[in-house]
């Protein structure tokens, strides 16, 4: 029986002083904090004795920043793939927290009617068929070892989802894919038996500035 695990990997902490929703816009790189964050998931792996024969990421810089410390650390030439990106968002570049204002305006309305699909971005069942497409093609490339996959807070969320079977509407608020944490998919001969969520750097939270999707 062959063992491969896929991690996926969410980008540490982004230097966001204007607390915008960044989504896809370019430029947008880790903090002091976040870097801090992707050197201590590499040396986490490092030290447990991950046997990682592939480190890809999202073409995102945040995401490229947080991958590029974990293939150093096993030698790996770090690869990128489209289908990691984040999901389009109508209120990328805009602040979208309680107060701000972009809910107050009735432009925007017409983008909140359906929260199931959601109407204000990609839909969920796409995000969802691109990252398993992307998981498939890394367990392929990786098969017998472990993988990194460097993405985003709601695709790797919605591909646990997926994975569990569980609808894909959410409350992002529950979301459980904290800054840097790892959702770590086991397969035996290709076929998908379970996944384990940690938190390598669950105490560097503390002040650490996230938004949801971000």
């Known amino acids: 029986m062959v063992s491969t695990t896929v991690h996926l990997l969410r980008h540490g902490e982004v230097h966001n002083p204007e607390g915008i929703l960044y989504g896809r816009l370019p430029g947008y790189r880790l903090s002091d904090r976040g870097q801090e964050m992707a050197e201590r998931v590499a040396k986490h792996l490092v030290e447990r004795g991950a046997d990682v024969g592939a480190v890809i990421a999202s073409p995102m810089q945040r995401a490229q920043e947080t991958a590029t410390p974990i293939a150093e650390a096993f030698g790996l030439t770090l690869g990128t793939d489209d289908r990691l990106i984040e999901a389009e968002n109508h ?12 809910l107050r305006q009735p432009a925007h309305w017409r983008h909140l009617w359906n929260p199931f699909r959601p109407s204000w971005g990609e839909a969920y069942t796409e995000q ?18 472990e993988a990194v996959l460097v993405s985003h807070q709601l695709p790797v969320w919605l591909t646990r989802c997926s994975y569990e079977g569980r609808r894909l509407w959410h409350d992002p608020r529950n979301r459980r894919c ?8 086991r397969f ?10 940690s938190e390598p750097v669950a ?11 971000a």
């Open 203 to 213: 105490d560097l939270y503390a002040g650490a500035k996230q938004l949801p999707g």
């Open 178 to 185: 904290n800054l840097a944490s790892l959702t770590s998919l």
């Open 91 to 102: 209120f990328e570049g805009m602040r979208f927290g309680v107060g701000d204002g972009a």
């Open 128 to 145: 969802v068929a691109r990252m398993r497409a992307a998981v498939d093609a890394a367990r392929r490339a990786a098969e017998g070892h």
């Open 188 to 197: 035996e001969d290709g076929r998908f038996t379970g996944l384990h969520y």
